[in-house]
């Protein structure tokens, strides 16, 4: 499980959304990318469901969100892995997502050099999102 020795493990488990409409969101996030349902708990402003993005990693959606800014701040972004960056977009815009930067070529660093295409899109409560593919022989 994972190949950080540092801290045991290792990789991306989950981040946590403060959803200003917990409903629209979910289904955002379930009917319009495909995540699973794998935990929920608790009432009204207290629900919390864990989201299985697909490979074991986890969205965590809190409702009671007001759309004011939270003492703990805003995540920067929240990039999730896909096979087909173009599909992704397509997928979200269609749940409701607004594109903020459109499907695009890019090489990271030079040791070795890594191809990849990314997209970046808005999300139902602001969050932004990052669809990620690795397109060349170094997979990341």
């Known amino acids: 499980m994972g190949t950080n020795n540092k801290i045991g ?3 991306f488990h989950h981040v946590a959304l403060r959803a200003n409409d917990f409903e629209a969101t979910v289904k955002f996030y379930t009917e319009g990318l495909g995540f699973e349902l794998r935990q929920a708990w608790g009432e009204g402003d207290k629900r919390i469901v864990l989201l299985d993005t ?3 990693n986890y969205l965590e959606v809190f409702a009671g969100g007001s759309g004011e800014p ?3 701040g805003y995540y920067f972004h929240v990039a999730f892995r896909t096979d087909n960056v173009d599909a992704a977009v397509e997928a979200a815009v ?3 997502a607004v594109v903020t930067v459109a499907p ?5 660093g030079n040791t070795p050099p890594t191809p990849v295409r990314i997209a970046f899109v808005q999300g139902l409560s602001g969050e932004i ?3 990620f593919q690795s397109t060349g022989e ?3």
């Open 9 to 11: 493990g290792g990789g």
């Open 54 to 56: 697909g490979d074991g």
């Open 138 to 140: 170094h997979q990341l």
């Open 129 to 131: 999102i990052e669809f």
């Open 70 to 72: 939270k003492p703990e």
């Open 104 to 108: 695009k070529d890019a090489v990271l």
């Open 94 to 96: 269609a749940a409701g």
